[in-house]
């Protein structure tokens, strides 16, 4: 699709990753290739969502998983995910019984 002939048409970065939910071209420079994904609400006013950055050079950095105020690699949140369903599945189940 060619902007000029869609005038008011959002333009969509060839580096957008398909999660991305970021209007571009409304900023300009720096702030313009930052990837953003819709925000999942966790619990109460705790948000996770996806982003990633691709500079000038194409140089992508990310993605990313935010939860709260921390970025996690895409590893690191898998294995907080995992983490966090053993500690929930373990949590109903009781000590065995000695002797
Ligand atoms: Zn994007």
Do not use: N, Q
């Not at 994904?37 to 950095?61: E, F, K, Q």
């Not at 993605?63 to 966090?84: C, H, I, N, W």
């Amino acid at each position: 699709m060619d902007a000029a002939e869609f005038p008011g048409a959002v333009v969509v970065p060839a580096a957008c990753p398909a999660w991305c939910v970021t209007e571009h071209g409304l900023v300009l420079g720096e702030e313009d290739s930052l990837h953003i994904g819709a925000r999942h609400i966790v619990h109460g006013d705790v948000a996770a969502w996806l982003c990633m950055s691709t500079d000038a050079d194409g140089v992508v950095d990310g993605p990313y998983v935010v939860v709260g105020d921390t970025e996690y690699t895409l590893d690191e949140a898998r294995a907080l995910g995992v983490s966090l369903i053993a500690l929930t599945e373990g949590a109903g189940s009781r000590a065995a019984a000695k002797g």
